[in-house]
């Protein structure tokens, strides 16, 4: 693994707007940033995050299976009561996913290591399927990288094959909050994916999915919503006025409500209690659990509930090196061994390895001066040499 500086191209701005990447930049700053990209090798790649990706997956479901059947493990994750049925008839359905993103800790030598599974709603999906490839492409082309690079990424023809297979041609809807640049990106992305796979589509903000008279949700044109995609976490929708009704609507949701249980912190410990010392996980605990003491004085402090690092803290030999602020926290905090992120030129790479219906089929990579990555770090692609 390496960080290569390498040239940009002159026209991106113009080739992203073109594309609809109009999130390219974010408050003036860059978001995608090509003057740099990670190389890996091969073997790397299909041995340290392929096949590491694969497995750590395997272990979540087996997780899940658990919890669901065990209801201490919802007690702990905080999942409201009300709605554990739904999450149970959910997994007894087999009700499919259609993607998630493990965030891996990796420096080329020892084995990479979950920091966390962005399970229900990760973005950056359209950047690292098909814009990250763009550059590939037109690096090759204009001499930026070698001629023989090739990537880790058959994201965008394995979303529509998942599209095919979990469609059912029923007619999609996509929700989410569509005010948000880089939620509309995403949701606009999929339903391109959608679309070329054979489903008819609607998009529309969550704030417009209405309840009929029979007790359904509904769209804007009184439509049934039968097949729902929504870019909006599971743990807001339990909070939601709608939330009432989730379990008595005939809705299927991607992603599913099982989902709910894998895009929680509290996975993180719950892994460890099932598969400890596995080389691809860090040691990690809920706060009050005694145990948590054998971390000695160096850990990570995460909310159970938490996006784009906030109010994550890193703590390393009893001092405090960086803490994020952010509106979580209520429902409790796990910790998890410190592993300080690689540095390259100054800057701490996180790796996203994506999952399109449980196979591992790509990596972005977003990275930071600071080693909380947060919603402002930058996507530096990436390609095999």
Known sequence: MERIPCPERDDWRATAESAGFTFHTIGGERYWDERAYY????????????????????MCLEVVGRAINDEKYLRRLKIPEAFWPLLSESWRRRDA???????????????????????????????????????L???????????????????????????KKHGSAKHLHLTGMTDNAEDAGTLAYLQDTASQAGLKTTLMDIKDVGLGGDGRFVDLDDRSIELAFKLYPWEWMFQDTFGANLSSTPTRWIEPPWKAILSNKGILPLLWEMFPKHPNLLPAYFEDDPKAAMLGSSFVRKPLYSREGANVTLVS?????????????????????????????????????????????????????????????????????
């Open 317 to 385: 030999a009893g001092s405090t090196l960086m803490e994020q602020q952010g509106p979580y926290g209520a429902e409790g905090f796990i910790l998890q061994g410190f592993a300080s992120l690689p540095s390259f030129s100054d800057q701490y790479p996180v790796l996203g390895s994506w999952l399109i219906d449980h196979t591992p089929c790509g990596l972005s990579i977003r990275e930071d001066e600071n080693p909380i990555t947060g919603n402002t770090s930058r996507f530096v692609p990436h390609a095999i040499l």
């Open 137 to 163: 492409e037109q690096a090759i082309e204009r001499s930026i990288i070698p001629k023989r690079a090739d990537q880790f990424n058959s994201i965008h023809e394995r979303l529509i094959d998942a599209w």
């Open 39 to 58: 190389a890996f090798t091969l073997n790397e790649i299909e041995r340290r995050i392929e096949a590491p990706t694969g497995e750590i997956e395997a």
């Open 97 to 135: 996913s259609l993607y998630g993103r493990l965030d891996l800790s990796y420096d080329g030598w020892s084995p990479a290591k979950l920091l966390e599974y962005n399970a229900d709603t990760p973005t950056s999906i359209f950047e690292a399927a098909v814009f990250q490839w763009t550059w």
